[in-house]
């Protein structure tokens, strides 16, 4: 079984920057591809960046183009999410997950993402 563990998150003031990231433990890690989700309070969870463990593919949700980044450490079963130029509608709490098969929607297909972090709480200040 897969564990995966976040951490980065924090309390920002508006303009500022975050780094998450997430280390996978457990069993031999080999995913098709990881995520970073968030959930703000009332809203539904959305996909906010994405990256395929070769690398080859990421995606980024509208908002966050320009500002986040996703990158992966494969040595070291890590995936990161930069965030900068961050503004208080990016409060919510962050997850990652990973998933171990393809689709067509790879990138913003929760179900098929199999294994999740507890979450860490993001919280920009205006």
């Known amino acids: 079984q897969v564990h995966l563990v976040e951490s980065g998150g924090g309390l920002v003031q508006a303009g500022g920057s975050l780094r998450l990231s997430c280390t996978a433990s457990?069993?031999?890690?080999?995913?098709?591809?990881m995520g970073w989700f968030r959930q703000a309070p009332g809203k539904e969870r959305e996909s906010v960046a994405a990256?395929?463990?070769?690398?080859?593919?990421?995606y980024y949700v509208a908002s966050g183009k320009g500002r986040f980044t996703i990158s992966r450490d494969k040595a070291k079963n890590t995936v990161y999410l930069q965030m900068d130029s961050l503004k208080p509608e990016d409060s919510a709490v962050y997850y990652c997950?990973?998933?171990?098969?393809?689709?067509?929607?790879?990138?913003?297909?929760?179900?098929?993402?199999?294994?999740w972090g507890q979450g860490t709480q993001v919280t920009v200040s205006s």
């Open positions: 997950a990973a998933r171990y098969s393809g689709g067509s929607s790879w990138y913003a297909d929760l179900a098929s993402y199999e294994s």
């Open positions: 990256i395929k463990w070769s690398g080859r593919s990421t």
């Open positions: 457990g069993r031999t890690f080999s995913a098709y591809a």
